[in-house]
Each structure stands twice: as C-alpha cells, then as structure tokens.
C-alpha cells in the first residue's frame, strides 16, 4: 500500500497545531500567503512522513487528508 499527504492550503489557516504533533518534523510554516491571507503549512520534508494520520487528527479546519494511493507492489 501507498499513501498520498495532502495539504489543502487555501483551507488551512497556519495555525501550527500540525507542525507542533508531526513525530518526524515534516511539516513547517509557508512563507508564502494563500487566498485567504494566510501562511498555510507545507511538507517541507515528505520523504520522512509516516503516514501516522497525526496532522489530519489535529486540524481544525480539516485541511490535510492522507489517502491511499494505487502503487505497485513487489513481488517475492
């Protein structure tokens, strides 16, 4: 199974909680502002993310959402 992290960043207000719980300090702050005048949070470093669902849990305005993805699967 493959998983995809998504961050909304027109939904998300950068309000740091995400950045605050991520066990693996994936996520910062943008220094760039979204539609809403906001600095909105990115992954800065998304090949250390776990997919621990951490971040989504947290959100307050349900911005970041971790899908499973269709990827290949090795074979033995």
Do not use: W
């Not at 740091?16 to 943008?30: F, Q, T």
């Not at 971790?66 to 290949?72: F, K």
């Amino acid at each position: 199974m493959t998983y995809q992290h998504h961050i909304d960043p027109d939904r998300c207000k950068g309000c740091g909680l995400c950045v605050a719980v991520c066990p693996k300090n994936v996520l910062e702050i943008s220094d760039q502002v979204n539609a809403k005048g906001y600095f909105p949070a990115y992954q800065a470093r998304p090949e250390d993310c776990i997919y621990c669902a951490i971040c989504c849990t947290m959100c307050p305005d349900v911005a970041i959402c971790i899908s499973e993805t269709e990827g290949t699967q090795e074979s033995s």
